[in-house]
Nanobody, 120 residues
């Protein structure tokens, strides 16, 4: 089985920066697409950023130019660099990944989430 664990969430002031990490562990053959989602209280979970196994990225309009998703395949770790944070970025951030435990079809996994709070 595969486990995704997010870390790096914290309380930060508006305008600050934060880097979230998502470490994948278990019987991993390879990791395909990876995405970061977030969910604020009372709101629907939304896609923040995604990166394919080829390195192609896409971002929600609300974070484009401020956030950057990246991955270190050798470490089975994914990152979300968040800059110029605003109050609206406050949410629980979740890592989501398509992971192969063999050469066969991948399965989708979610992390437990990490809290990001932007407040003055």
């Amino acid at each position: 089985q595969v486990l995704l664990v997010e870390s790096g969430g914290d309380l930060v002031q508006p305008g600050g920066s934060l880097r979230l990490s998502c470490a994948a562990s278990g019987s991993i053959f390879s990791i395909d697409a990876v995405a970061w989602y977030r969910q604020a209280p009372g709101k629907e979970r939304e896609l923040v950023a995604a990166i394919t196994e080829f390195g192609s990225t896409n971002y929600a309009d609300s974070v484009k130019g401020r956030f950057a998703i990246s991955r270190d395949n050798a470490k089975n770790t994914m990152y979300l660099q968040m800059n110029s944070l605003i109050n609206a970025d406050t949410a629980v951030y979740y890592c989501n990944a398509d992971v192969r435990t063999s050469w066969r079809r991948p399965r989708n996994y979610w992390g437990q989430g990490t809290q990001v709070t932007v407040s003055s």
